[in-house]
C-alpha cells in the first residue's frame, strides 16, 4: 500500500451517508488531532444540510462523485445503506481517497471482492468497520485467548438477539439491506468470534431464516435504534430470525442466534466460546470458567470488563487514522470483510435449499 505521501499529516476526511450511524464517526474524527472533518454528503439534502450546521462543516454535497473530485480529501467514511457501500467505496477508491466502509461490508461476497480489487489497484487503504474489535472488551479476553489460558476453543456461540429491534427505514428492504438481522447484527457477533479465536477459514455453512413476526412496527413504547428515515409503515421483506452453524479449516465450531423480531423476554447479546483448559463468556461483562485444584472455577477480574460503547467508534476511527497516518496494519482490513460476506451469503443460500453449503 503506497501511504508514504500521507505521513503525519492533517487527514480531511469526507462522510458519504450522514444517517444516524455517521454521528459516531463525526463526533470521534472531531475528537482526532490529526484530522479535519471537511465534506459531507447524502442523498438526502434535508438531512445533509441539517448535519452540516450542527458539526459546523462547510462543504457539502448530495453527489458523492462532486465531493470525491475535491483533492483534498485523503480518506472518507461510508455510512449509507448496504446496497451503496460497494459503489461508495469503489468511488472513493478510484478516486484515490482511502476507504472506512461500515459493516456489512457489503450486501454479497461478489461486491466485497469488487471493493477489496479496487482498493489493491488504488494502493489505498479499505477497513472494514468491524467496530466491536475495537471494545476494551474485545482486548481484554482476546489478551487471555493469546496467552492460551483456554486450550482449544473447539466451540463457540455467538448470540444477538432483539424482541422488537428492527431499526426501521431500509434495514427491512432487502434490496438495500441484503437481509434482515443476519446481515445487520450477525455480522458483528460472527465477526468478532472469528477474530478472537485467531480468524480460521470456513470451510461450510448450515444456515436457516424465518419470516415470521416481521418489523412490529406495531409495538408501542419501546426504545430501539432507528434509522433516519424510519417511519411506521416500513417495507419488511426480510427474515426477522436466523440461526447457524459454521464449520472451520481447524475443527472450530460456531453456533449463531440472532433476531430483530423473537417471542423472549429480554434482548440478549452475548459471545461464549469453549475450550479445553477454560471458557468465557462476554457481556454484560467478562467470565471465565475453569478447573483449579479439582474444583469448578469462576473467575471475574477486577478489571472494567463491560463493553464502553462511548469509546469503540473513537478506538475504530483513531485506528483508521494511525494506519493512514503511520502505515499501522489495519486491525479490520478488506480481506476480513470478504470472508465474512462469504460466510453470510452461503448461510443464505443454506436457508434458501435447505442444505449445508461448503465453502
Ligand atoms: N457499526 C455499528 O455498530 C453500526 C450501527 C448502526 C448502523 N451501522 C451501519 O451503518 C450504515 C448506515 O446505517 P444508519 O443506521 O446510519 O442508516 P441511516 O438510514 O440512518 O443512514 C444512511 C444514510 O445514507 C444515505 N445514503 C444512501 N446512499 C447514499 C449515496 N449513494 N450517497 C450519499 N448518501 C447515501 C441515506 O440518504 C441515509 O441518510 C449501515 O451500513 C449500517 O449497517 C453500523
Redesign the pocket.
Known sequence: MNMGDNMSKILKIGI???????EEHIKSYIKNPNVELYAL????FD?VNEMAKKYDVKNVY?D?NEMLKLNEIDAVSV????S??A??AIAALNAGKHVLC???MSVSEKDAIMMKEAADKAGKLLMI?F?RRYGNDCTILKEFIDSNQFGEIYYAKATYLRRAGN?G???GEKARSGGGPLI?LGV?VIDLTRYLVGNPKPVSVFGVTFQKLLGRDNIKARPR?R???ATNHDICNVEDFATALIRFDNGFVLSVETSFSLNMKNDIGKIELFGTKGGAKLEPTLEMYTEMNDYLADIQLDAETALNFEGIFYNEISHFVECINNNETCKSPAEDGVTIMKILDAIYQSAQTGHEVIL
Not at 41 to 44: K, M
Open positions: 458519504i451517508g450522514t444517517g444516524s450511524i455517521s454528503c447524502d442523498l438526502n438531512r448530495t458523492m455510512c449509507t445503506w448496504n451503496a457501500h459503489p461508495c461500515e459493516k456489512p468497520g467496530v431499526p427505514g431500509w434495514f445487520d458483528h435504534y434509522a433516519a428515515s
